[in-house]
């Protein structure tokens, strides 16, 4: 069969992977199957110009293999452009696991995972995302080196959750004293989507701070702890999109702002955890810049989680994690002040910085 034989509809199918709206010039995606353990993952390395491709892993019962495909292209390149404006020497990967994290995973699965990434020689190197654990990726340290993200006990910076939620409190600080002149959020109307491992750190600290803080998730437990551990209001309106408040913390997952959501938000400044906040980058990037909604790009602000494991390859301690992690209220502020004077969405600002990096490695490399 031939492309010009199938329906348009239909065409999407004929370039399953180089054909994709999300392919972005990736070098490399993998897809892994293990018959006896159940194991469906595919892995994506997007660049590694600057480095091996570090990112997390993923494991999600997605609706379709297109939905996962489509998760990991997304991923991937966003972790290269993410270690790209960090400063770090890390290319940009993901994998995905196609699957029930609670009912699917066995360590002989997640064991056959860890084979599938030695088989990469170190041109990818996994860590935890949603769905996967420092546990899962202690088991994969025994296949394999390349791994970050592991307990303490083994060496490892243990879990990066903690330090992408302090990022992330960093870049809505400098966001803050962006839009509002200071970057005090005493008194802060703030809603936090997701109060998993990021969004409940992240509301503690809005809670040193001294925020109204607003909280919502699909887990009612979870909802009900954190709103009585930090004096934290359950979000009961029937939209969250159209809620009045000053800052909207998309902690859950991608794509919330989108065709749906644009037009209702109201909101002034918009800083997550989130990957992939913006369903059509350029499209919604401008929109919100042109609704006058300051948005502090998803990659630059939830880099802490990276540092984190960065320290692992490279051995930094602590302290250096930290004043790393501190730095993203700088680099926030730089690029906010620079999509202002180059009338760019904040969005294309932060990847005109990284993908400039990027190009200058390269030239470097080819001498
Ligand atoms: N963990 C990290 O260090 C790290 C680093 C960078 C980026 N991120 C990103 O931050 C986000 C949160 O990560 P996490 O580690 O806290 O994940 P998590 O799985 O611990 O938490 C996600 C939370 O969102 C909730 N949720 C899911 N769908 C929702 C919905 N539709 N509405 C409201 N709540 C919903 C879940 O119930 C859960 O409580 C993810 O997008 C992740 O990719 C995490």
């Not at 791994?147 to 083994?154: A, F, K, L, N, Q």
């Not at 979870?222 to 930090?230: F, G, N, P």
């Not at 859950?252 to 906040?277: F, H, R, S, Y």
Request: glycine share 10%.
């Amino acid at each position: 069969m031939t492309v010009d034989v199938l329906k348009a509809n239909e065409l999407k199918k004929a370039a399953p992977v180089f054909g994709q709206l999300s392919f972005d010039n990736h070098e490399q995606v993998v897809f892994c199957n293990d018959k006896d353990t159940g194991l469906k993952a595919i892995i994506g390395i997007h660049n590694t110009v600057l480095g091996p491709a570090l990112g997390g892993t993923r494991m999600w019962n997605y609706s379709s293999e297109w939905d996962a495909l489509n998760d990991v292209l997304r991923l991937s390149r966003g972790m290269t452009f993410k270690s790209a404006i960090t400063g770090l020497n890390l290319g940009g990967g993901k994998a995905v696991i196609i699957g029930d994290s609670k009912n699917d995973k066995t360590p002989e699965f997640i064991r056959k995972f860890g084979e599938f990434v030695h088989s990469l020689s170190g041109r990818y190197i996994t860590a935890e995302d949603v769905g996967t654990t420092t546990a899962d990726m202690d088991l994969i340290r025994k296949v394999t080196p390349f791994v970050t993200g592991i307990s303490e006990e083994i060496g490892g910076a243990g879990n990066p959750s903690p330090i992408t939620a302090y990022g992330v409190f960093m870049g809505m600080k400098a966001a803050a004293k962006y839009k509002f002149g200071t970057d005090d959020l005493e008194g802060k109307k703030i809603l936090v989507q997701g109060i998993g491992h990021v969004g409940e750190v992240l509301v503690e600290h809005l809670y040193g701070e001294g925020a109204e803080i607003y909280i919502t998730d699909i887990n009612q437990e979870r909802l009900e702890q954190v709103s009585r551990k930090y004096e934290a209001t359950i979000f009961s309106g029937s939209d969250i999109y159209s809620a009045n408040m000053d800052i909207y913390a998309p902690c859950a997952l991608g794509a919330t702002i989108n065709d749906e959501t644009i037009n209702k938000l109201n909101v002034k400044v918009i800083a997550g955890a989130a990957n992939n906040q913006l369903a059509d980058e350029q499209k919604h990037g401008k929109q919100l810049s042109e609704k006058g909604i300051v948005y502090a790009p998803d990659f630059l602000i939830n880099a802490g989680g990276i540092i984190n494991v960065y320290a692992e390859l490279e051995g930094y301690d602590r302290k250096e994690i930290m004043r790393k992690t501190e730095n993203i209220y700088n680099t926030t502020l730089e690029i906010l002040n620079s999509a202002e004077a180059n009338k760019l969405s904040t969005h294309e600002a932060a990847l005109m910085i990284a993908q400039n990096r990027i190009d200058e490695r390269k030239k470097q490399k080819l001498g």
